[in-house]
C-alpha cells in the first residue's frame, strides 16, 4: 500500500472556470513548479478557461487532469507507459492512459495489452479496464496532452501540454535512474527519442491499436522484459495481474 501523499493546490495558472478542483502531487509539484510560470502554460490555462466558457465539455473531469502524476509520485517511478491524449468519450477518461474507470467497456488497445499480457505472462483477461493497481505500484501512464474535448480526439494538441509532459519525462530521464520506458508506437517513440538508453531501458513496438497490433505489438515480450530489467536493477517487479472488480 503506497503511503498516503499530501496534495498542494494547483498554482493559479490553470485555476478557474470550473478547473479550480485540481491539485498536483507535492513531488511533481516540486520537479514541475518552474513550468507553471512560463508563458505557454498561461496560454494553456487560458485556452481551457476560454472552452470551459464557451460551453464545451472537456474531459477528464479536472480532478482527475494530472492522475497520473497524483498517483505514481515522483520518487516512485519504475515503468512509463506513453499514450497520446486521453479518451474522448463520456466517462472513459480519468487521467491514466489506456485505462478507463471501473463499469466503463474495455477499450480495443487495451483488449489488446491484455492480449499481450496474456501471451507474455500467462495472465488471465481482467473484466475491466481500470490500470490503477499498475499506477500504484509505481507504472506511470502518462498521455502526452492531458485533455480533450469531448467527441473530437486530438482537439487539444499543440496548445501546451507537449511541452509540459517533455518536462515531465526529461526530470525522469536526469534525475533516476534505471526506469524502463514502454514507447508504444510512433508518437510515443518520437516524444521519448531524448532518453538515456545508457541510465534507462527503453523499449519500442508498434501501437496496440487494432490498426497495428498485429505488426509487432503483440509478440513484443515488453512486460518479461520490463520485469527482467527491474529484477536486475534492485527493484520489485511490476504485478501485472488486475485484481477482478465486482466479484
Same mark, same amino acid.
Given at each position: 500500500?503506497?503511503?498516503?501523499?499530501?496534495?498542494?493546490?494547483?498554482?493559479?495558472?490553470?485555476?478557474?472556470?470550473?478547473?479550480?478542483?485540481?491539485?498536483?502531487? +507535492?513531488?511533481?509539484?516540486?520537479?514541475?513548479?518552474?513550468?507553471?510560470? +512560463?508563458?505557454?502554460?498561461?496560454?494553456?490555462?487560458?485556452?481551457?478557461?476560454?472552452?470551459?466558457?464557451?460551453?464545451?465539455?472537456?474531459?477528464?473531469?479536472?480532478?482527475?487532469?494530472?492522475?497520473?502524476?497524483?498517483?505514481? =509520485?515522483?520518487?516512485?517511478? $519504475?515503468?512509463?507507459?506513453?499514450?497520446?491524449?486521453?479518451?474522448?468519450?463520456?466517462?472513459?477518461?480519468?487521467?491514466?492512459?489506456?485505462?478507463? =474507470?471501473?463499469?466503463?467497456?474495455?477499450?480495443?488497445?487495451?483488449?489488446?495489452?491484455?492480449?499481450?499480457?496474456?501471451?507474455?505472462?500467462?495472465?488471465?483477461?481482467?473484466?475491466?479496464?481500470?490500470?490503477?493497481?499498475?499506477?500504484?505500484?509505481?507504472?506511470?501512464?502518462?498521455?502526452?496532452?492531458?485533455?480533450?474535448?469531448?467527441?473530437?480526439?486530438?482537439?487539444?494538441?499543440? +496548445?501546451?501540454?507537449?511541452?509540459?509532459?517533455?518536462?515531465?519525462?526529461?526530470?525522469?530521464?536526469? $534525475?533516476?535512474?534505471?526506469?524502463?520506458?514502454?514507447?508504444?508506437?510512433?508518437?510515443?517513440? $518520437?516524444?521519448?527519442?531524448?532518453?538515456?538508453?545508457?541510465?534507462?531501458?527503453?523499449?519500442?513496438?508498434?501501437?496496440?491499436?487494432?490498426?497495428?497490433?498485429?505488426?509487432?505489438?503483440?509478440?513484443?515480450?515488453?512486460?518479461? $522484459?520490463?520485469?527482467?530489467?527491474?529484477?536486475?536493477?534492485?527493484?520489485?517487479?511490476?504485478?501485472?495481474?488486475?485484481?477482478?472488480?465486482?466479484?
Amino acid at each position: 500500500m503506497q503511503p498516503r501523499v499530501r496534495f498542494r493546490p494547483l498554482p493559479k495558472e490553470l485555476r478557474g472556470a470550473g478547473l479550480s478542483d485540481i491539485k498536483l502531487e +507535492k513531488s511533481w509539484l516540486e520537479q514541475l513548479q518552474p513550468e507553471f510560470d +512560463k508563458q505557454y502554460m498561461r496560454d494553456l490555462r487560458a485556452f481551457l478557461v476560454a472552452e470551459k466558457a464557451a460551453g464545451k465539455v472537456i474531459f477528464p473531469p479536472g480532478g482527475n487532469i494530472f492522475a497520473a502524476l497524483d498517483h505514481t =509520485p515522483f520518487d516512485q517511478v $519504475k515503468l512509463v507507459i506513453l499514450g497520446q491524449d486521453p479518451y474522448h468519450g463520456p466517462g472513459q477518461a480519468h487521467g491514466l492512459s489506456f485505462s478507463v =474507470p471501473p463499469g466503463i467497456q474495455i477499450p480495443p488497445s487495451l483488449r489488446n495489452i491484455y492480449k499481450e499480457l496474456n501471451r507474455d505472462l500467462g495472465l488471465p483477461f481482467p473484466n475491466h479496464g481500470n490500470l490503477e493497481q499498475w499506477a500504484n505500484q509505481g507504472v506511470l501512464l502518462l498521455n502526452a496532452v492531458l485533455t480533450v474535448e469531448q467527441a473530437k480526439a486530438g482537439a487539444h494538441q499543440g +496548445k501546451g501540454w507537449e511541452q509540459f509532459t517533455d518536462a515531465a519525462i526529461a526530470a525522469l530521464n536526469e $534525475k533516476r535512474e534505471h526506469i524502463v520506458f514502454l514507447l508504444w508506437g510512433s508518437y510515443a517513440q $518520437k516524444k521519448g527519442s531524448f532518453i538515456d538508453r545508457q541510465r534507462h531501458l527503453v523499449l519500442q513496438s508498434p501501437h496496440p491499436s487494432p490498426l497495428s497490433a498485429h505488426r509487432g505489438f503483440i509478440g513484443n515480450g515488453h512486460f518479461s $522484459k520490463a520485469n527482467d530489467y527491474l529484477s536486475q536493477t534492485g527493484q520489485t517487479p511490476i504485478d501485472w495481474s488486475l485484481k477482478e472488480l465486482g466479484r
